[in-house]
C-alpha cells in the first residue's frame, strides 16, 4: 500500500501559488505570527467612534483626488493669454495657474467633479477632526497613555487647516489671492522679522513670482508628507494601547469588550470606506464649491467683494475684523496691534488646546491608565470650558462674515462687529455657567434614578388618598452605566505649621493647584455619587415614590 498522500496538488508537486507567496513573506518579514497576534484584536462598537474613521477617509480621499490634479495642474506665475473654453475670460491676461485650474474645470475629463471632491473632502476632513476632537475632549480619552496621541491629533488639525488654506491659494484667483493678502498682513505685524519673512515667503515685494511653486510643493509634498507619518503614528498608537470604551457591564481599565478586527470590524470599516466616498462623491456632483471662473484671474490692486475663506479660517478672519485698528510706535517700529494681537491670540489657543491633557492631569496627579471613557456630564467644569472655547470659536467665525451679515439682513455693519467684541468675551462665560449647570442638573438626575428608579407617568391613589407616581426599578446595566464614573477628591493644601510648630511653606504652583483642583472637583462642580447604603435602604423600604 503507497504511503503516498492522496490530495492533489498542482503539477511537479507544488504548493498552490499563494501558499508559496505566503511562506515566501512569512519566512522573511513574519507576517503570519505579527497576523495571528493582531488580526482577532478586539474593537468596541459605538457610533462616536466612526468620527475617526470618517477624517481617516476623507484624508485618503484628499490624497487620491490630489494626485489626479498634480498630473494637470501648473504652479507657475507666468502670465500667459487665456484662449480656453470658458468664452467670458477670452484673451485675458492670467497666470498659467490660474489657467491650468480652468482647464482642469472645463476641459479635462472629469476635472471639476475631482476638484470639487478634493475640496469637499478638505471640508469634512477638517469638520471630522473637530467633531473627533471634541469628542475625545469631552469624554476624557486623552487622559493616561494617550497624551501623545492627542498631540498627534492637535497637529493634524493644526498642519490640515494650513493644508487646506495652501490648496485654495494654488488656483490664483481672486478670491484666493485675497486670503494671500490677509496672510501677507499678519505676516508683516510680527514684529522686527515680519518684513523679512515675507520677502522670503514671496520672493520679493508682494506678491512676487515664487509663491505658487512655493505654496505648492507645501501642499503636495511637506505638509501631506508630514499629516501622512502623524496619521500612521496616530492609528499605532490607537492599536497599541487598545481601543478606548464607554462604561458598562463588564467593561473595565483591564479590558475591551467589541468586536474582532477581522472579519467582522474590517467588513464593516469597508463598507464605511465607501459610503463615506459615495456621499462626498454625490455631494461634489450636485454642489458647487470654490467657482474660480467666476472670481477671474488674480490682480493686486483688487478684493474680491464678499470674499470669505473656509470655515476652518473663519476664526481667525473674525479675530481681525472685531479687533480694534490699534498701532504703537516703539523704538522707530510701528506695530500693528491690530492685527499682531489676533494672531497671538490664534496661536495661543491652539497651543492651549494642544496641551490641555498635560494641564488636566498635573491638576489631578493622576498617573493611572484610563481606558474607560467618562460622560460629559460627569465632568462638569471640563465639558464646560470645552462649550466655552466652541462659543468663543463660534462668535470669532460669524463675525469673520459681518460684512455679509450686514448686507443679506440690511443690519450695521458696526453693530454688528461690536456685537462681535461683547459676544466674544461674554458668549463663553455665559456658555460656560449654564453648561456647568445642565451638566449638574443632570447628575441630580441621575442620583435620584439610582435612588428611585424612572418616571413611569402612572399616577397612583393609596388607600389613606394621597396620589403618588410609581416608579419603574432600573435594571442593572443601568444602575451600573449611572455609577460607574470615578469623582476625584479636590486637593488640599498642607497645613501651614506642621506638628512641631513650624511654619511650612507652600509655593505658588501648590497654591494653584490646589484652587485649580477645588474648581475641577469642590462641592460645586459634581454631585456626589449615591453611595451602596442609600439604595439598599431606599430600595429595602418599598418606598411606593
Known sequence: MSTESTTETPARGKAPTGERLADWADGRLGVYSLAKANMRK???????FMLGEVCLYSFLILILTGVYLTLFFHPSMTEVEYHGSYVPLQGQLMSEAYKSALDISFDVRGGLFIRQLHHWAALVFLAG????????????????????????????????????????????????????????????????????????LFGGEYPGHDLI??????????????????VVAHLILVFYHKHTQFAGPGRSNKNVVGMPLMPVYMAKAGGFFFL????????????????????????????????????????????????????????????????FIPLVGFAVVLAL?????????????DKREHHILDRPRNAPTRTAFGVAWIAAYFVAMIAGGNDIIATHLHLSLNTITWAGRIFFFAGPVIAFIATKRICLGL????????????????????????FVEVHQP???????????????????????????????????????????????????????KPTTEEYKEITSAHDPH
Open 129 to 200: 477632526m473637530f467633531v473627533h476632537m471634541m469628542r475625545v475632549f469631552f469624554t476624557g480619552a486623552f487622559r493616561k497613555p494617550r497624551e501623545v496621541n492627542w498631540v498627534f491629533g492637535f497637529l493634524l488639525l493644526f498642519l490640515g487647516m494650513f493644508t487646506g488654506f495652501t490648496g485654495y491659494s494654488l488656483p490664483d484667483d481672486l478670491l484666493s489671492g485675497t486670503g494671500l493678502h490677509f496672510m501677507e498682513g499678519a505676516i508683516l505685524s510680527i514684529p522686527i522679522v515680519g518684513t523679512y519673512l515675507s520677502f522670503f
Open 443 to 466: 447628575q441630580r438626575r441621575d442620583h435620584d434614578k439610582v435612588l428611585h428608579g424612572r418616571e413611569t407617568g402612572i399616577i397612583k391613589r393609596l388607600p389613606h388618598g394621597e
Open 213 to 230: 511653486p512655493r505654496l505648492y510643493s507645501m501642499h503636495v509634498l511637506l505638509l501631506p508628507g508630514i499629516m501622512l507619518g502623524l
Open 276 to 339: 463615506v466616498f459615495g456621499v462626498l462623491a454625490v455631494v461634489a456632483g450636485i454642489a458647487q464649491i470654490n467657482p474660480i471662473w467666476a472670481f477671474g484671474p488674480y490682480r493686486v490692486d483688487q478684493v474680491a467683494a464678499g470674499s470669505q475663506p473656509d470655515w476652518y479660517m473663519g476664526f481667525a478672519e473674525g479675530l481681525l475684523r472685531i479687533m480694534p485698528g490699534w498701532e504703537i510706535n516703539f523704538w522707530g517700529h510701528t506695530l500693528a496691534l491690530g492685527v
Open 474 to 528: 432600573l435594571s442593572q446595566d443601568a444602575l451600573h452605566t449611572l455609577t460607574a464614573h470615578e469623582q476625584y477628591e479636590p486637593l488640599e493644601l498642607a497645613p501651614t505649621v506642621d506638628e512641631n510648630g513650624v511654619k511650612r511653606r507652600t509655593t505658588r504652583s501648590e497654591r494653584l493647584r490646589a484652587r485649580l483642583s477645588n474648581a475641577y472637583f469642590g462641592e460645586e462642580s459634581q454631585i456626589t
Open 353 to 365: 488646546i494642544g496641551i490641555y491633557p498635560f494641564v488636566e492631569s498635573w491638576i489631578t496627579e
Open 42 to 48: 478586539i474593537f468596541p462598537d459605538h457610533w462616536s
